[in-house]
């Protein structure tokens, strides 16, 4: 999972452990969730349902949707999240054509 | 003469018309309002809809049928000249029914209307299971729904994108950011606007939506148009979970689910309330129970045009003989009869499609 990132890492806050699509992470706590995940080289948040095209954060401030992460089986955007404990991050509507909005 | 036409109004109505002129060869010019005029072409739910349309007035049913039989043809014929894809579908439309006494009711005007239309009102009746059979998300609050075949939906701020270029291309002259403050008939027509500019025309159409109300008394016609406002509400991009459009919800080609849409008595207010906005997403979980995990992304209000009785209005002047009124609340329907049939009403030729009911004669008594 950890690859290389041009995003610099600046919190200094002490790091938790989350879960990315399965694969542990350590994040700084209370860091905003979208810069915290790129830092720590993810690259592509999930595919977007229409074309199956990769996606990431594009604005950072709450307008795009492109940063949409699933939490607790609820989509969100993870640019207006922060950083806790024990979050488990999923890539949203990943069974591609399925049901998964229910 | 600047023009042989000048059409007031820049949106889907007055582009369609002004496309359907220049088509024909005719030098057009379009009047465009401003960012604080209201714009219901860039607010609208994008149906291209046909059933429930003209339920007193089987003339107006026959008059979207047309419209929405030559869309295709309109929509292919503009993303050849303009490389842009209006996301025309019309594989059919649902009217959605929480109860079988008002999908009844409902089955029994429209079987009078197919009456009156010969015959021509192709629809079927579908029960729950065979609904859920097209429609897997459907939910059981759903008790059946009228599938009608004419129906359909296309994406219309691209609609309004491709004719605003495609006016253009074929040599319209668009003027943005123009309030029309008068038109006056010396010998040919004169538009003024409060910028100053004066454009010359042989002929005139408003197709201002609300603004024709203020303009249209000047120019002799009775403009009795009102908004009415329509909230709206999209979602974010989900997979294909919504295969036909009914007024509840419909999924746009780009993958968001529209929702709509309020009908609101409320003056030239188009912001969004809370309470509008809570009622749609109610009624759309209602009719699809997986939307409650889905993410709003916007929310808008927008302004309906709308006659006392609902139908378009066409009107030639009688102060002014050579101005016209086109006025509608189905624009995007309409867009495609407009922009094929409506220049040979203007021009008077010997195709030109029976409008008389669609005068503002009916408007007499009041």
Known sequence: MKTASPFLELESSPRVRVWFDGAPLDLPEGANLAAALLAAGVGVFRHTPVSGAPRAPFCMMGACFECLVEIDGI????????VSE??????PHQAEGSDAAQ | MDADYAIIGGGVVGLSV???LLKRGKRVVVLDGDDGAFRASRGNF???WVQSKGMKQPR???????SAAAWAGFASELGESTGCDVALEQKGGYDLHFSEETLQATVAQYEMLKAKLGGNYPYDVLGQNSLRKEEPHIGSKVVGAILHHQDGHANPLRLLKALADDVRRLGGRVLNGRIVTAVSKPDGFRVHCDDGTVVGAAKVVLSAGLGAAKLGPKMGFKAPIRPQRGQVLITEKLPKMIYRPSLIARQVDEGG???GATNEEVGLDDRVTQPGISGLAAEA???YPALARAQLVRSWGALRILSPDGLPIYQQSRDMPGAYLVTCHSGITLAAAHARFLPDWLEGTGAAPDLEVFSEDRFAVS
């Open chain 1, 75 to 82: 989509v969100r955007q993870a640019c207006m999240l922060e």
């Open chain 1, 86 to 91: 024990g979050m488990r991050i999923a890539r």
């Open chain 2, 18 to 20: 002004a496309w359907g």
């Open chain 2, 46 to 48: 994008g149906l291209v």
């Open chain 2, 60 to 66: 107006y049913a026959q008059w979207s049928q047309q």
């Open chain 2, 257 to 259: 689910i529209q929702i």
């Open chain 2, 285 to 287: 979980i209602a009719a």
